[in-house]
């Protein structure tokens, strides 16, 4: 079982930034891929950015591409999502996702959720 616990998310202003981050209890995180998804109000989960085991190969959705960096620090079990340039259509509730055999967009082919964290941006 792997625990999952999202951090940093708040109001910013429209061009603001945030850096998200997404805490893992599990000893052996280092072997998961992680996604970062979102939803708004009335919306469905869509996908936002994901990283392999390693760090090596990282996916944005193209609505975000350019403006979010995701990274991950395998020794602190923590994957980070670094969002500049944000804007009010980013708002929603984040949340970061782990699994062994994931297929990067597909939030079904991931194990294990966290409680997710609220970006709202003001324009």
């Known amino acids: 079982q792997v625990h999952l616990v999202e951090s940093g998310g708040g109001l910013v202003q429209d061009g603001g930034s945030l850096r998200l981050s997404c805490a893992a209890s599990?000893?052996?995180?280092?072997?998961?891929?992680v996604g970062w998804f979102r939803q708004a109000p009335g919306k469905e989960r869509e996908f936002v950015a994901a990283i392999n085991w390693s760090g090596g190969s990282t996916y944005y959705a193209d609505s975000v591409k350019g403006r979010f960096t995701i990274s991950r620090d395998n020794s602190k079990k923590t994957v980070y999502l670094q969002m500049n340039s944000l804007k009010p259509v980013d708002t929603a509730a984040y949340y970061c996702a782990a699994g062994r055999h994931t297929a990067v967009k597909d939030p079904s082919t991931y194990d294990y959720w966290g409680q997710g964290t609220q970006v709202t941006v003001s324009s």
């Open positions: 599990e000893r052996f995180f280092s072997s998961y891929a």
